[in-house]
């Protein structure tokens, strides 16, 4: 049974359809999150990237990572529905093997250093057990803006 669903995951994130990246959370720590993405053939990416041959893009998996760190960030804050985790930086990403339709992507992102307004994690992306991608990267918690 997952930690969190996606309601769970929509209280603390800010992201909806069709950018919200992950699905639920299946491990919840004090320095570490496992989030899972079921990859499907109807993402609205894939028309474009690419036709005939659909691949996850790279960036979209950075920013699934980034989501799940989010998640991880924000639990521990009791002001949480006032902050919104920003991604800052991403250094030495890796991309393996490409994520298609029918892959479930499980992402593990663990805190390196964290402070209050600001993060660095390390996310790695496995389909199965193969280890499909991987970063280091900083995350920045500040104010949520007024409505406009």
């Known amino acids: 049974m997952p930690i969190l669903d996606i309601a769970g995951i929509q209280d603390l994130l ?3 359809y069709p950018f919200l990246l992950i699905d ?30 659909p691949v996850m893009p790279g960036v979209l998996i950075v920013e699934a990572m980034a989501q799940a760190a989010g998640v991880l960030v924000l ?17 030495g990403a890796r991309f393996r093997r490409p ?20 993060a660095k994690l390390e996310g790695k992306g496995y389909v199965g057990e ?8 900083m995350c920045v918690l500040q104010d949520k803006a007024a409505p406009q």
Not at 76 to 91: C, F
């Open 14 to 16: 800010p992201h909806r």
């Open 24 to 53: 639920r959370i299946e491990v919840l720590e004090e320095d570490s999150v496992v989030a899972l993405k079921n990859v499907t053939a109807n993402e609205p990416y894939f028309q474009g990237h690419f036709p005939g041959y």
């Open 130 to 137: 193969t280890l499909v991608a991987e970063a280091i990267f």
């Open 75 to 91: 639990s521990k804050m009791p002001d949480r529905h006032s902050k919104t985790v920003y991604l800052a930086t991403v250094e």
């Open 99 to 118: 994520v298609v339709p029918g892959d479930q992507l499980r992402l593990e992102v663990k805190m390196l250093h964290g402070r209050p307004t600001r």
